[in-house]
């Protein structure tokens, strides 16, 4: 057994005196025997740091006794004093933030940036900055002349003030001084009320109050005449006060992340409102009069427990996005009159059915989220969301994905995942949307082919009439009876049959069929014809004179002089090519249904339709109609139809995707109010440098093209906002040009060919979602950038060098 008797373990009263000498504020006495014993730790001499890494400096053996030194005196040193780093802030210590460079930085611009600062008050001297102070009063004419810059009557009054990120716990009431205030900034503190002195600031446009300790708002703030913008999420707010209805300029309101239990009955008065935001709160029921604010763009109630919409939800016209995950909503309302909706997010709810009017009233939507639901099928009139870009209806009880889906031109992300699919094989649907789509559209060709009949035969059968499905005509029942050129309809019905002469299904199918479309259905017809549409006379003299053959080959003929195989305008008896220009009255030739459906939905959309060219008249009677939507996704155009400068002043949506575009031409330039742009799947690798003078571009897709990196001309859109530039071969990243674009916040660059990433690119603070998975950089590795974008951004800025 060992014996540590003889272990020398220092002097434990030495050390018990040196840990009382040593407390927070004390003094050190680096003299005191516990250092002069075994040497001061932070004093080292040369010579032995240089031992301490020389490998030829002998070494004492481990069993080896060590020799006894001698204790080494130490000079005195001065006492140092320490002080708590977590310690009350005192009020001079506040008052020494707002410091003299601020102060005068605040009076020359009117901004001043006191956030992060961990002020416990805000400094006194705050509440006087509108004032001429003594100094500036007492300075000389002389001085003046020198640097006038200084004087106090050309200072800015103080219009924006920041005091977020700190532990303010009240606001003193000496606010009201601040007059001129339009922008109050008070986020991440822990205020519990606001005084109601701040009901007297009459040019305030901007209060944000979140994430604090707020139950209640002073009755005095409702009176702000100029209020535009109020942020009270994450705070305490019980109830919403009725007297918010009268903050009539109100344009945004944030109220997410409360226990709001239900809303006012007059919030309908605020009829400015573009915004409303309440997530995660617990309200049951929506008002009636919540319909009555008009101007709502965007709705956010996901997380709440509503069970149900109001059944006027069409009148919000303006609607664009709607949220409504992780509710207890039953059923989806019609939604007829929200024409604008793009975005409808329904997840985590217990829906049942889609109801079939909501296909045929949102044209214009682009996002359908339905996972984690309750439904069970999904209607043939999905197909009528022509501008459908993502439909999620994965973790729901789907056994049948009907065929009707791959008629949808942009749908790019179908997610149907979690059903008891058995219709389509496990290893189809692992494959992705592009096989998913694929399937469903040999089974439609298989399905015609069985009936006898084209692929819109299949979808007549199922419920979905043959127009509807063609480049979005109409069917007779769409158009109302006081249509002017419903007479045609009439004319044709009762005036002509059809004479062909081979036995098919068209002599069964109503006669509004056969006079639109003569011979889509007859076996003996060439497919190559299918999609042309003849004028009723014209179609019933070629019957009677000649044979199906000579039918074809006059047909092949049109289609060389006009080639267009799917346009709505009929065909002149003489085979002549009309001109809208010299012949306005040849607007009488189109054909009506076509131009009532432009009236209707202001947009011009034709896909699937195998188009090389598009003729210029198609553009002129679109801009008559006011078309401020363009989409000619799915063809085989090679450049930008020439026709389109005629709308050049009306077009805000262009949509190009999926063609063979190899080049843009200069005039996109022309385009004035173009906000969204979508090149995607073509074969660009450039575009002109007029492309920069688009200041109202918003959104520009040039996916899947062929860029070797993103052109310097985009660099120059200064209003852009989303970027996607995926799957191109992009090597590097300019981080100067995109610091240029001052409100860029989504940039998609996935695979691509970017070998390394820029740490300063997580300075772009802007950037709120970043997509960089799929290139061959090692750093940032894959498990960061699955994450997500701060943990992108946090991981480049910490690689800056310093």
């Not at 606010?175 to 205020?191: K, M, P, R, W």
């Not at 919403?240 to 109220?255: Q, Y």
Request: hydrophobic share 35%; charged share 20%.
């Amino acid at each position: 057994m060992m014996n540590f008797s003889n272990v020398e373990l220092g002097s434990f009263r030495g050390a018990q005196e040196c840990d009382q000498a040593s407390a927070f504020g004390g003094d050190f006495d680096f003299g005191h025997s516990c250092f002069t014993h075994y040497g001061c730790p932070s004093d080292m001499s040369d010579k032995a740091a240089r031992g301490r890494g020389n490998p030829s400096t002998s070494r004492i053996p481990r069993c080896a006794q060590s020799p006894r030194q001698a204790p080494v005196v130490h000079s005195p040193r001065t006492n140092c004093a320490f002080r708590p780093i977590f310690h009350e802030r005192s009020t001079h210590e506040d008052d020494q933030v707002l410091t003299q460079e601020l102060w005068k930085l605040a009076r020359k611009s009117g901004t001043l940036n006191l956030s992060n600062k961990a002020l416990a008050r805000v400094p006194k001297r705050l509440y006087d900055i509108n004032e001429a102070d003594a100094d500036s009063k007492a300075v000389n004419l002389e001085q003046l002349t020198i640097k006038e810059e200084d004087a106090w009557w050309n200072q800015v009054p103080l219009n924006n003030l920041d005091l977020s990120s700190n532990t303010l716990t009240h606001i003193s009431p000496k606010i009201e001084n601040l007059q001129s205030l339009t922008v109050l900034t008070l986020h991440d503190n822990a205020l519990v009320e606001l005084p109601p002195e701040i009901g007297k600031l009459e040019k305030l446009m901007r209060l944000n109050v979140s994430h604090n300790k707020l139950s209640q708002l002073p009755r005095e703030m409702y009176s702000l005449p100029e209020l535009r913008h109020l942020n009270i999420s994450y705070n305490e707010f019980d109830e919403l006060n009725p007297d918010i209805s009268d903050l009539h300029m109100l344009e945004f309101l944030d109220g997410g992340h409360n226990n709001i239990q239900s809303l006012p009955g007059g919030i309908g008065f605020l009829v400015r409102l573009t915004a409303l935001l309440l997530p995660n709160n617990h309200i049951k029921e929506l008002p009636p009069d919540l319909v009555n604010m008009r101007s709502l763009q965007k709705i956010d109630l996901m997380h709440n427990d509503l069970t149900s919409l109001p059944e006027d939800m069409g009148l919000l016209r303006k609607l664009e996005c709607l949220y409504l995950q992780h509710n207890d909503i039953l059923e989806l309302p019609e939604f007829e009159g929200n024409e604008a909706l793009s975005e409808l997010h329904a997840s985590n709810n217990f829906i049942k059915i889609i109801p079939k009017a909501m296909c045929s009233n949102l044209p214009h939507l682009k996002i359908l989220d339905l996972r984690d639901n309750k439904i069970t099928e999904l209607p043939d009139e999905l197909c009528l969301l022509r501008n459908l870009n993502r439909l999620d209806v994965s973790n729901n009880t789907i056994s049948v994905l009907p065929v009707t889906l791959s008629s949808l031109a942009h749908l790019i992300s179908l997610q149907v995942e979690g059903n008891p699919i058995k219709t389509i094989r496990r290893d189809i649907l692992q494959c992705g949307t592009t096989r998913i789509l694929k399937t469903l559209h040999d089974r439609a060709l298989a399905k015609a082919k069985e009936e006898g009949g084209g692929v819109d035969d299949a979808s007549t059968s199922a419920g979905i009439s043959v127009t509807r499905l063609r480049g979005g005509q109409m069917d007779d029942s769409d158009i109302p009876g006081n249509f002017p050129d419903s007479f045609h309809t009439q004319q044709r019905q009762n005036g002509f049959q059809c004479h062909c002469p081979y036995p098919c299904q068209q002599q069964q199918m109503q006669q509004q069929f056969c006079v639109y479309e003569p011979l889509r259905n007859c076996q003996q017809y060439d497919r190559q014809t299918q999609g042309h549409i003849y004028e009723p006379e014209n179609y019933q003299q070629q019957h009677q004179n000649g044979s199906l053959r000579s039918l074809f080959v006059q047909q092949q003929q049109q289609r060389m002089e006009y080639p267009y195989p799917g346009c709505f305008m009929y065909q002149q008896q003489q085979q002549q090519q009309f001109s809208y220009e010299q012949d306005p009255s040849s607007r009488s030739a189109v054909h009506p249904r076509w131009v009532y459906k432009l009236r209707h939905t202001r947009t011009l959309a034709v896909n699937l339709e195998e188009l090389t060219s598009v003729p210029d008249q198609v553009f002129q009677i679109a801009r008559d109609e006011g078309v401020h939507v363009v989409d000619f996704a799915r063809n085989q155009l090679s450049t930008l139809p020439n026709g389109l400068q005629h709308m050049k002043d009306l077009v805000t949506e262009l949509v190009l995707s999926n063609n063979v575009i190899g080049y843009v031409p200069q005039f996109i330039s022309q385009f004035t109010r173009l906000s969204f742009l979508n090149l995607s799947n073509n074969l660009l690798n450039d575009l002109p440098t007029e492309f920069g003078v688009l200041n109202t571009l918003r959104e520009l897709n040039i996916a899947n093209n062929r860029f070797p990196c993103i052109p310097n001309c985009v660099y120059e859109l200064q209003g852009l906002e989303i970027l996607i530039a995926s799957e191109n071969h992009i090597k590097m990243l300019n981080v100067s040009g995109l610091q240029n674009m001052r409100r860029l916040s989504t940039l998609d660059l996935r695979n691509n060919d970017i070998e390394t990433v820029p740490p300063i690119l997580g300075n772009l603070t802007n950037i709120t979602h970043l997509e960089l998975v799929g290139n061959p950089f090692r750093q940032p590795r894959h498990q960061i950038l699955m994450k997500g974008t701060d943990a992108i951004m946090s991981y480049l800025r910490d690689r800056i060098p310093t």
